[in-house]
């Protein structure tokens, strides 16, 4: 088991930044891909960002390129996630995952462990 407890969110203006972080618990965070998705009101869960094992791949949505970044430390057991210039669009609730081999990125079934959510707010 692997438990996944978010921070970080709040309410902030467009163009102002904020950090989540995520950190992990149980079996060994290493081995696992971390990936964020967020969450709007009325809308499916969408891919954000993700990083592999190491830290050294990552992937992004096409929405959030240039302006997320993902990084991870594995002692302690944290992935984060760095957002610059929020817009309006980017209101959800985040939600941190982790996966063993997710065969598809960006697919929500391939990762096993989903912590609570943390709500993001940006004003316009």
């Known amino acids: 088991q692997v438990q996944l407890v978010e921070s970080g969110g709040g309410l902030v203006q467009a163009g102002a930044s904020l950090t989540l972080s995520c950190a992990a618990s149980?079996?060994?965070?290493?081995?696992?891909?971390m990936a964020w998705f967020r969450q709007a009101p009325g809308k499916h869960r969408e891919f954000v960002a993700a990083?592999?094992?190491?830290?050294?791949?990552?992937y992004n949505a096409d929405s959030v390129k240039g302006r997320f970044t993902i990084f991870r430390n594995n002692v302690p057991n944290t992935v984060y996630l760095q957002m610059n210039s929020l817009k309006s669009d980017d209101t959800a609730v985040y939600y941190c995952?982790?996966?063993?081999?997710?065969?598809?990125?960006?697919?929500?079934?391939?990762?096993?462990?989903w912590g609570q959510g943390t709500q993001v707010t940006v004003s316009s």
């Open positions: 149980g079996r060994t965070f290493s081995a696992y891909v």
């Open positions: 990083i592999n094992w190491s830290g050294d791949i990552t």
């Open positions: 995952a982790a996966g063993a081999i997710p065969r598809r990125i960006s697919d929500s079934t391939g990762y096993q462990y």
